[in-house]
């Protein structure tokens, strides 16, 4: 019988298991009767053989596993006959409590205890801008983030992402998914190595250079049924064509699911968009 199950037929469960109890006992008395005792002597020896009805009975329903529940809920049902304001606050609080404490874990677990999905994630860090007056940051321009990337020396690497999402119409039917443009050597930054394909070169990373993209797994099983044959395969996204030079492994993740990456130099706004890339 399954867990709720026990907990639903707490009355019928407690009827069986008296009934099987009395007539076991029952049984012993029959049994030290046969052996010569008195009636009084047999029913004493009985009991003194199975230890108390009582003990046995509890012993039975710690077994079913509900116990606790069972006395929790009488414990509310008594605070809420006794005192039910108290009762409800002391529940509120309680539930805030534990609503607190789950968010503040799941936050550490995924930041802190649990690492980032990359090779060598201790060594991955975000630069951003500050503003000295106020301290208030800011994600890197485009230009800024090439001027970086150019003269740093304190980095053994740097790339730069901005979220973009895009309608992707072909092939399959036509569905809105999150993507990202990314420069040249975003993947080889993290420590990714691609399911299929290979990263953006350098030379794709500019205005005028032919459009490429790279795709999620899940994307690629769903418009190309996992063919490999998917790499060089046109992907119609935001009504513009992409060839497709890479799949990302099953378990990529860069603070969201991203579908499709393209090179961020091929986009002519970019220069003039001051913030949003990180």
């Known amino acids: 019988m399954s867990w709720w199950r026990r907990l639903l037929n707490k009355k019928r469960l407690e009827k069986q298991?008296?009934?099987?109890?009395?007539?076991?006992?029952e049984r012993q008395i029959a049994d030290n009767r046969g052996a010569g005792m008195t009636e009084s002597e047999a029913r004493r020896n009985a009991l003194l053989q199975f230890g108390g009805l009582a003990q046995i009975t509890e012993e039975?329903?710690?077994?079913?596993g509900t116990r606790w529940l069972e006395t929790m809920l009488q414990d509310v049902r008594f605070g809420l006959r006794r005192s039910p304001g108290f009762a409800i606050g002391a529940i509120c609080t309680l539930a805030l409590g534990i609503?607190?404490?789950?968010?503040?874990?799941?936050?550490?677990?995924?930041?802190?205890?649990?690492?980032?999905?990359?090779?060598?994630?201790?060594?991955?860090?975000?630069?951003a801008e500050q503003l000295r007056?106020?301290?208030?940051?800011?994600?890197?321009?485009?230009?800024?983030?090439?001027?970086?990337?150019?003269?740093?020396?304190?980095?053994?690497?740097?790339?730069?992402?901005?979220?973009?999402?895009?309608?992707?119409?072909?092939p399959g039917e036509p569905k809105y998914v999150k993507g990202a443009l990314v420069s040249a050597g975003f993947l080889s930054v993290l420590g990714v190595k691609l399911y299929l394909g290979r990263e953006f070169h350098a030379d794709?990373?500019?205005?005028?250079?032919?459009?490429?993209?790279?795709?999620?797994?899940?994307?690629?099983?769903?418009?190309?049924?996992?063919?490999?044959?998917?790499?060089?395969?046109?992907?119609?996204a935001g009504g513009k064509?992409?060839?497709v030079v890479g799949v990302l492994p099953a378990r990529f993740r860069y603070d969201d699911d991203r579908a499709v990456l393209t090179p961020i130099g091929q986009n002519d706004k970019i220069g003039t968009q001051k913030r949003d890339f990180h």
């Open 17 to 25: 298991v008296n009934a099987e109890l009395a007539e076991h006992l």
């Open 60 to 64: 039975c329903r710690d077994a079913r």
């Open 204 to 236: 794709e990373d500019r205005p005028g250079a032919a459009p490429v993209a790279i795709i999620s797994y899940a994307l690629w099983r769903e418009r190309f049924a996992g063919n490999p044959r998917a790499i060089g395969a046109t992907l119609v």
């Open 133 to 170: 007056k106020t301290g208030q940051g800011f994600s890197f321009s485009y230009l800024d983030f090439l001027d970086c990337q150019r003269a740093t020396q304190s980095f053994e690497s740097m790339a730069a992402i901005r979220g973009l999402g895009a309608n992707v119409t072909s």
């Open 99 to 127: 609503g607190a404490n789950t968010a503040i874990f799941s936050v550490i677990n995924g930041v802190i205890l649990r690492p980032l999905p990359y090779r060598e994630p201790s060594r991955l860090v975000s630069v």
């Open 241 to 243: 064509g992409y060839a």
